[in-house]
């Protein structure tokens, strides 16, 4: 399917008023030199990058996790973030073709993340390749300069790889499946804890933290706290009227003040401060950019 294809990398930049999702760039590459290494946490090149595995091996290092990208798989990250991806030295080669997407496709990028992490496999997904190849053919004839254009082929895809994701395997919930959906739909309960999420898979708490954090990469309380100060930093830019003891309750704290104290913890700045940002990619990835890795999907 990628036999015939040249080796080659193609950049787009385009100017608009309008928050559309745009290719911004996009290659194929064959990486033999094991100085091949991207750290990604101070990149100023912002965007979404989704990179597919033809042949050979790369690693992915997201945090505290790493997995292995083989070929049929394709890892997914927001950049700039706290992740690093190489050819390791035990791999001869690392075949892949990348498409990187403009910070508008964040909340497509990480409602997949959400539920599966930061790797999927394309291994039987014809029509999302097929889409990818046709894309990069497009870019080396030059038909994706025009933005409307692009952004149509943009848009179908990750609605395409989107509508994949969410109807893949959603009868094989796991018991942790069903403790981290249970934490999404309860979480404005301030009396939600350990015990109740434990109890409510019918594991103890101790096992549940295990299990949890080996499948997520995060403890079940972090995973809640996280949630809530999500869900918070979204009332902030959409209900501006709501007063931060009114977005605190309705997020599961009682206390306001440590609410301020435990949002400034993880976000750096206080609500307020949060409150009055207008960089629209700073606030997507802030509203986003707390979902757990799922170790589910190494692939070691």
Same mark, same amino acid.
């Given at each position: ?189 301030? !009396?939600?804890? +350990?015990?109740? %999420? /434990?109890?409510?898979? =019918? *594991? ?9 954090? $080996? ?25 501006? !009227?709501?007063? +931060?003891?009114? %977005? /605190?309750?309705?997020? =599961? *704290? ?9 949002? $400034? ?36």
């Amino acid at each position: 399917m990628f036999k015939t294809l040249p080796y080659k990398a193609i950049k787009y930049q385009f100017s608009s008023d309008l928050p559309l999702i745009t290719l911004t760039g996009i290659g194929f590459q064959n990486i033999t030199d094991h100085s091949y290494s991207w750290h990604n946490l101070h990149r100023h090149d912002k965007h979404c990058l989704i990179q597919y595995c033809i042949s050979g091996q790369g690693i992915l290092n997201i945090n505290n996790s790493t997995y292995t990208i083989t070929a049929g798989n394709a890892f997914l990250l927001n950049i700039p973030s706290n992740s690093h991806y190489y050819l390791p030295k035990n791999s001869t080669h690392w075949k892949f073709i990348y498409l990187e997407f403009s910070p508008e496709v964040l909340p497509f990028l990480c409602k997949i993340y959400n539920r599966s992490g930061p790797i999927i496999s394309l291994k039987n997904q014809p029509n999302l390749l097929i889409q990818i190849i046709n894309l990069y053919k497009k870019a080396l004839n030059n038909k994706l300069q025009s933005l409307f254009i692009n952004t149509k082929l943009a848009y179908k895809f990750w609605i395409d790889l989107l509508n994949y994701n969410l109807t893949s395997n959603s009868n094989n919930l796991t018991k942790i499946d069903i403790a981290k959906k249970f934490i999404e739909e309860n979480y404005p309960k301030s !009396t939600l804890n +350990i015990d109740i %999420i /434990a109890e409510q898979i =019918g *594991y103890s708490k101790y096992h549940l933290c295990k299990i949890f954090h $080996k499948n997520f990469g995060i403890s079940p309380m972090k995973y809640l706290q996280n949630l809530r100060i999500s869900v918070a930093c979204k009332l902030l830019i959409n209900n501006p !009227t709501w007063t +931060i003891k009114k %977005i /605190a309750h309705h997020v =599961g *704290y009682n206390n306001d003040d440590y609410f301020c104290k435990v949002f $400034k913890n993880l976000k750096g700045i206080t609500p307020n401060t949060f409150r009055k940002q207008s960089l629209h990619y700073d606030t997507l990835q802030t509203i986003y950019d707390f979902s757990p890795s799922n170790k589910k999907n190494t692939l070691m």
